[in-house]
């Protein structure tokens, strides 16, 4: 009797559990339950590599939800996935990196600091070094006969067969010693001595032959080369070993960085945090040297003959000018980007970016004579940029591919010869080559695109020469592939706009199916039916096709809301899994509620081409607000929404949009709330901010014209601010500055929180639950 009790006890159990299990299943999306640790979703696999014969795949991977991910394997063959044991993952070749002999059948690479040489074939490793030193940056020489790396400052060259070590280049920090000077009066005494006295110039001429002995004797050295207060890199040894090319790198006299208390800390005292400097500080100087092995010498590469070096960019001209002293301009100072040697040895190409932005070169280097021959200039007046800017490589001895905005405005492959100039088109059309690659053999360029549409990411093949495109994938949303070592297989990192990544494996055929090879989302996670949003364009008041994610409700309540990413040139409104998950689940979240919702690619975001990217330049908060602006009216006309009922968010430039809408377009958002926001482009970085608004100094009306805190006096909607209190990006003095200044101008409609802990990405759970409540709170209590 008591055994039939007991297993009617275990049946209910059972039985409560599961319905509890349903329960939660069905149970409604919540902020907390969207901002717990994102290992409730499950998680998905990254950093996948193939191993070097092609026969197993390594990726990043925790679907046990440990503290880390894991090194994960799966076997091609038997279509196994398990979990890389440590002795097995510490045997492992370099992962990443290295460098292949032309015939792909050797490798070079460095791991924890030393040097191993992989046959591929046998798949046997030796390694070359094992030292105290670190040793990177390996390569084979022209001749394939040694590895050629850094050690220290220097470059050296091991031999493969012999073991035998070369030093080829004696760089030295700081500034040579200056010989002690010997004025007039000792030389006249010198010289009086010897002539006066036989012995002491037996002994003078016997030293001056015994050292002329000894210097002979010596075995050729490198050249001592002073490098100052410049850092050394990109040091390259020519394939035929008779040149050597490096950067110096010279950091700007006197640059302040900024700091950034942090206040809850182990030791219970505040300690700084020393953080970036400020737009518009001095910038590094960067010089580009050949060094002439055979005649010991070293010559800087002149920029002087670069076409249009001496232009001036445009926007000075809205400033009054010095007219009354006629002046050559002087040359820009640029930076060098990468320098490539063709396999042969003949040509040196270099890549140089101007550094107020507005040009990129692709120049012949003669480096006999260290003078430059321009093969290709692109001038934008906004600033030079776009998918794979700065992307170059080899077709043959004569020919190299590269990315240019320049003919159409999007990124598109092109080619020139580089012995006599001939230019050709290999893509064209209104979408953009986004990364690209040579097949090993370089008859074949492999790229991805967005042909299909702005929204989608697929995989190409084309040959060299241009013309037609293979298509190899066809799964709707990203398809992030890598070739196998052979090129016949394809390892694909893919997600649509309601599922995240997962990796697959497909024959590198146009007609192949790919399969999938992980399941890395939780039971939990595919319990709610997760929205997939509609792609619409919007059409802003200058005509321009404005792309957005749009989720509507089943039962609408009347409001909306309008979410601006981050990042400026960032998209999102495409049809892959966004990096910005956490705010796709709140969307679902709202839409449960009755809103309407609007993700917007306004003017800057990525994707679209160089006139997009470039709108908003000189005046951030100009086309792109006006975009977001043009979606809420949008939203009114074309799905019912009240006008007087529409609230804005976003983080980092999105919050920076907030604000500009809140402060400059009155009556057209309820509320807004502005995460980790800039609110004053002068205190931002440099890289980014000068770009887009040229530096401060010199162009101070963008920046008063880009910048919410010149304009937070016309705030009229509720305001919530959000900041985490030790972001080394966007610093919280910045939304403090604004604090005081809404304070000096009597304004009450706005609140701010801070997190003590919290850097520009939130990382706990907490912090992240605390904001959106918040943030759902004012669109609760404010749109409705």
């Not at 007991?6 to 999306?29: E, G, H, I, N, Y």
């Not at 993952?89 to 002999?101: H, K, T, V």
């Not at 920090?173 to 004025?183: C, D, I, L, S, V």
């Amino acid at each position: 009797m008591s055994q039939i009790f007991r297993a009617l006890s275990l049946c209910c159990a059972v039985v409560v559990s599961s319905s509890s299990l349903f329960a939660q299943k069905l149970a409604p999306l919540s902020v907390e339950k969207i901002m717990r640790d994102p290992k409730w979703m499950g998680v998905a696999p990254t950093n996948p590599v193939w191993s070097e014969d092609g026969s197993k795949v390594y990726f990043s991977w925790n679907p046990d939800k440990t503290t880390s991910d894991s090194l994960y394997v799966y076997e091609v063959a038997s279509k196994q996935t398990r979990k890389v044991t440590p002795q097995e993952r510490r045997a492992l070749p370099g992962q990443f990196g290295g460098a292949y002999n032309r015939a792909f059948t050797q490798k070079l690479y460095a791991k924890n600091g030393d040097l191993f040489w992989l046959d591929i074939k046998t798949n046997q490793t030796r390694q070359l070094t094992n030292t105290v030193e670190n040793e990177s940056g390996v390569t084979f020489s022209g001749d394939e006969t040694k590895a050629v790396f850094r050690r220290g400052l220097n470059l050296f060259a091991l031999t493969l067969t012999t073991g035998e070590l070369v030093q080829l280049t004696n760089f030295q920090a700081g500034n040579k010693r200056p010989e002690a000077a010997t004025g007039e009066q000792e030389k006249w005494l010198k010289a009086d001595q010897l002539a006066m006295f036989e012995i002491l110039k037996e002994r003078s001429d016997k030293k001056k032959e015994g050292d002329k002995i000894a210097k002979a004797d010596l075995p050729k050295r490198p050249k001592e080369i002073y490098t100052g207060e410049a850092q050394v890199d990109n040091v390259t040894l020519a394939p035929k070993s008779n040149f050597i090319t490096y950067r110096t790198v010279k950091a700007a006299a006197g640059t302040k960085p900024t700091i950034v208390p942090n206040y809850v800390t182990e030791s219970g005292f505040t300690e700084d945090i020393s953080a970036r400097t400020k737009v518009g500080v001095a910038q590094p100087t960067s010089q580009l040297f050949v060094y002439n092995i055979a005649r010991d010498t070293v010559l800087e590469v002149s920029t002087k003959d670069l076409t249009g070096i001496n232009d001036k960019p445009d926007y000075l001209k809205d400033y009054k000018q010095d007219t009354t002293k006629a002046k050559k301009p002087a040359a820009r100072k640029v930076n060098f980007m990468s320098l490539s040697w063709s396999e042969d040895g003949k040509y040196a190409v270099v890549m140089v970016r101007s550094q107020d932005n507005k040009d990129r070169w692709i120049a012949l280097l003669d480096p006999a004579t260290a003078k430059l021959k321009t093969l290709d200039r692109v001038r934008d007046e906004a600033w030079v940029g776009g998918p794979g800017s700065f992307w170059l490589n080899w077709i043959d001895n004569e020919t190299i591919v590269f990315h240019s905005e320049a003919n159409t405005g999007y990124s598109h492959l092109y080619s020139v010869n580089v012995a006599n100039g001939t230019r050709k088109t290999l893509t064209s059309g209104k979408f953009e080559v986004q990364q690209a690659q040579l097949s090993r053999d370089k008859k074949s360029i492999y790229f991805t695109s967005n042909e299909v549409h702005p929204g989608e990411q697929h995989f190409y093949k084309m040959s060299v020469a241009g013309g037609e495109r293979t298509a190899l994938t066809k799964m709707t949303g990203s398809n992030d592939a890598t070739l196998s070592p052979d090129e016949s297989k394809l390892l694909i990192r893919f997600s649509s706009s309601t599922q995240p990544w997962e990796l697959y494996l497909q024959d590198n055929q146009p007609s192949a199916t790919p399969a999938k090879i992980t399941n890395s989302t939780s039971e939990e996670f595919r319990s709610y039916a997760w929205r997939e949003p509609q792609i619409v364009t919007v059409k802003a008041t200058d005509g321009t096709d404005v792309y957005a994610r749009l989720y509507v409700p089943k039962k609408k309540n009347g409001a909306a809301v309008i979410f601006v990413h981050g990042a400026g040139y960032l998209q999102n409104a495409h049809k892959w899994w966004s990096q910005y998950f956490r705010e796709y689940m709140f969307h679902n979240l709202l839409v449960d509620m009755g809103y309407t919702v609007l993700d917007m690619d306004y003017r800057a975001s990525a994707g679209y081409g160089r006139d997009v990217r470039t709108g908003i330049y000189r005046f951030m908060g100009g086309k792109d607000l006006d975009d977001n602006v043009d979606g809420a009216k949008y939203l009114v006309e074309k799905h019912g929404i009240n006008a007087k009922r529409i609230g804005i968010y976003g983080g980092s430039y999105g919050g920076f949009i907030t604000l500009m809408a809140m402060f400059t377009k009155p009556g057209v958002f309820a509320a807004g709330a502005a995460l980790r926001p800039v609110t004053d482009w002068a205190a931002y970085n440099h890289g980014y901010t000068a770009n887009i608004l040229n530096e401060p100094q010199t162009d101070s009306l963008a920046y008063r014209r880009s910048s919410p805190i010149y304009h937070a006096a016309g705030l009229q909607g509720h305001l919530l601010i959000c900041h985490g209190m030790v972001d080394v990006n966007v610093h919280i003095q910045d939304s403090y500055r604004l604090a005081q200044r809404l304070i000096e101008l009597k304004k009450e409609n706005w609140e701010m929180a801070s997190y003590p802990m919290e850097d520009h990405g939130f990382v706990e759970p907490t912090s992240w639950m605390d904001e959106y409540k918040r943030i759902l709170k004012l669109f609760q209590e404010k749109l409705k």
